[in-house]
């Protein structure tokens, strides 16, 4: 049976989102090492360099892991499919005449929108559109990710002006 509600959203977002809930934080949540996974053999040749194109910018922000590869790869397969799709709708058109008479839409419009559609759903797991980055609070400063126990604790140290009671 499935659960009710929304799904929940990684300990991982929410920090990068500045935990907008301001609900207690999942401290004991698996984190995997923040490396992308290898390239599946198997994907689409548009698949792979979608893959290509963004797996190391992925993996630089800490948003793609080795236990993301599914997800990544619906991805990019959605990806190659979709402009699969998009190519054959520009080169014939999105409708035909059927031996009837009748026109009717192309089966690559349905294709298209379909894997669009997934593109969507994967983008916003990954952070892979301007709103789902929107979202997200990177410090690109050492590559860490805010909410880092390590960048808390250095945070949490005052400044010697701030010791001496002097402003700039």
Same mark, same amino acid.
């Given at each position: &049976?499935?659960?009710?509600?929304?799904?929940?959203?990684?300990?991982?977002?929410?920090?990068?989102?500045?935990?907008?809930?301001?609900?207690?934080?999942?401290?004991?949540?698996?984190?995997?090492?923040?490396?992308?996974?290898?390239?599946?053999?198997?994907?689409?040749? $548009?698949?792979?360099?979608?893959?290509?194109?963004?797996?190391?910018?992925?993996?630089? &922000?800490?948003?793609?892991?080795?236990?993301?590869?599914?997800?990544?790869?619906?991805?990019?397969?959605?990806?190659?499919?979709?402009?699969?799709?998009? /190519?054959?709708?520009?080169?014939?058109?999105?409708?035909?005449?059927?031996? +009837?008479?009748?026109?009717?839409?192309?089966?690559?419009?349905?294709?298209?929108?379909? #894997?669009?559609?997934?593109?969507?759903?994967?983008?916003?797991?990954?952070?892979?559109?301007?709103?789902?980055?929107?979202?997200?609070?990177? #410090?690109?400063?050492? #590559?860490?990710? /805010?909410?880092?126990?390590?960048?808390?604790?250095?945070?949490?140290?005052?400044?010697?002006? $701030?010791? &001496?009671?002097? +402003?700039?």
């Amino acid at each position: &049976m499935a659960g009710r509600g929304r799904p929940p959203k990684p300990t991982a977002i929410k920090e990068l989102e500045g935990n907008p809930g301001k609900r207690p934080l999942n401290k004991n949540e698996p984190r995997p090492v923040k490396r992308a996974p290898k390239c599946p053999s198997w994907l689409e040749p $548009d698949a792979k360099k979608e893959w290509r194109r963004l797996s190391k910018e992925l993996e630089s &922000m800490g948003l793609l892991t080795q236990v993301d590869m599914a997800a990544f790869a619906g991805y990019c397969q959605a990806y190659a499919r979709w402009k699969e799709a998009e /190519e054959f709708i520009s080169k014939h058109g999105s409708i035909f005449k059927t031996s +009837s008479g009748y026109i009717q839409q192309i089966p690559q419009v349905s294709i298209a929108q379909q #894997n669009l559609k997934q593109m969507r759903n994967f983008c916003s797991e990954l952070g892979l559109s301007p709103s789902a980055r929107s979202r997200l609070n990177i #410090n690109n400063s050492g #590559n860490t990710i /805010e909410g880092d126990e390590m960048e808390e604790l250095l945070l949490s140290i005052p400044k010697a002006e $701030d010791l &001496m009671g002097r +402003s700039d």
